[in-house]
């Protein structure tokens, strides 16, 4: 039981409180059920100055429900059995608007008199609730992702003890949660990547950076190395201190390991790269040397014998030996071109090498008595590898000659086109063909052989596919047994 004191020398220095404090008050004579509010109580509420409350009006101010269902039963309690009250409600303003406030209330007499009086005090209390409420959302939110994460999460303190470790942590290290409590977070990491990142790691500690990210091993119980993707980051508290760290770690052993076999095998490839170049400029050296040779003799017999140096057969040695040396001169580009990527590439006129690999096969044409036929236009050019489109067409032109039908005179038909960005080439014959629903995922592949002719190795249509592919171009095929092939060579122009 209190007892109220209303001298009026307090009563200036009160109300000085109340608006320093923003804390309104309320009182309400028990006698005559009147209700007052302080100025700020009102101002809580948002009613104007000059508003009136009663008891009735002033619950009415609760939220339905639950708050106003409570306020009622407390004052009820505090004016019936002199109780006391200390809590927080929610109530909507004469504006609509939604707040939380403190109330407390207590009985008390006027001093002096015998008037019984229920007061108390008033508070808006809604940013500290709200606040409140943010950091409890925040905090089961953050729960729900610690313990529900697919990726591994604990908080360490300062001195690299660990504080909290979720569930898929313990599982991709294979220990328990008190278990991994009991090992130093350094006995964990890989020997060898102890001191990976050292001087990121140094900046994050010295706060020169908020997060930390590192690809690191963990030793996994069973003593093997887990590959992990490591963030830390730092909390800090109100002042800026660090007071815990955060730790994010990834499983990425799968994905790391390809890693390293790829880069094995790139690796293996880059050193076979480099002896087939070797081998190419070999090959491309000794090739000049012969053909120096074989033209030097040309024109030894062009001076010595002028009636041999007319006839067709030398004619057609020369033009041979000249393709020769056009072939290593492109063979020589080639090479260079290997180091080069696709930079760098020359005008090709599809007709003009067409007509020079003929040229190049002529004896076999000749001896196969095969018919040729063009319909190539003398203005479709690309831009593309010359010792490539020449080492295509021969072998395409070579595996018709070579897979002639014994029953008829060979034919062969050259067709080219342009289509939007691509120059299309075909070739196509009236030899053997071939039964692609056997073979049909086989035409390209090494050391493929669909017939059982002499010389056939399987390993023209296997480099043209990769010249093809590495031009960005494609090729297709369409055959059947006994009645010819067509390609389809596709180019960019």
Known sequence: MYSLQPKKETLHLSKMVEEIATIGTWEVDLNTNKLMWSDVTKKIHEVPSHYTPNVKSGIEFYKEGENRERITSLF??????????????EIVTAKGNRKWVRSIGVIGYRRGSTTRVAYGTFQDVTEKTNFTRQISISEEQFRKIFEFSETGIALIDLNEKWLRINQHFCDMLGYTENELKKLPYYKLVYPEDLERNKKEFTAFLKGESQSFSIQKRFVHKN?????????????KDNLGNTIHYVLHAKNINDDKLQQIRIEKLLDISRKQNDKLLNFAHIVSHNLRSHYSNLQMLLN??????????????????????????????????TVDLSTKHLDGLKTV???????????????SIKQSNAIIRQNVDKS?????????????????????????????????????????????????????GIDLDLHKNKI??????????????GLGLYITKNQIDYLGGDITVESKVDVGSSFYIKLKK
Do not use: C
């Open 444 to 457: 390209f592949g090494m050391y493929k052989t669909f017939h059982d002719v002499q010389n056939a190795n």
């Open 76 to 89: 009820k309690e505090l004016v019936e059995h002199n109780t006391y009250f200390d809590e927080e409600f």
């Open 300 to 333: 030894d017999i062009k001076l010595d014998d002028s009636k041999l140096a007319n006839t067709s057969q030398f004619e057609l040695m020369r033009m041979t030996i000249d393709n020769l040396g056009e072939t290593i001169h492109n063979l020589n580009d």
């Open 380 to 432: 479709i050019e690309i831009r593309s590898i010359p010792a490539y489109i020449d080492s295509i067409f021969l072998n395409i032109l070579n595996n018709a000659v070579k897979y002639k039908s014994p029953k008829r005179q060979l034919v062969i038909d050259i067709n080219a086109k342009i289509e939007n960005e691509y120059v299309i080439i075909q070739f196509r014959d009236n030899g053997l």
């Open 349 to 363: 006129n599809i007709k003009k090498h067409i007509d020079n690999t003929i040229i190049s096969i002529k004896p």
């Open 223 to 235: 003593g093997g190395p887990i590959w992990t993707l490591i963030t830390r980051s730092a909390v």
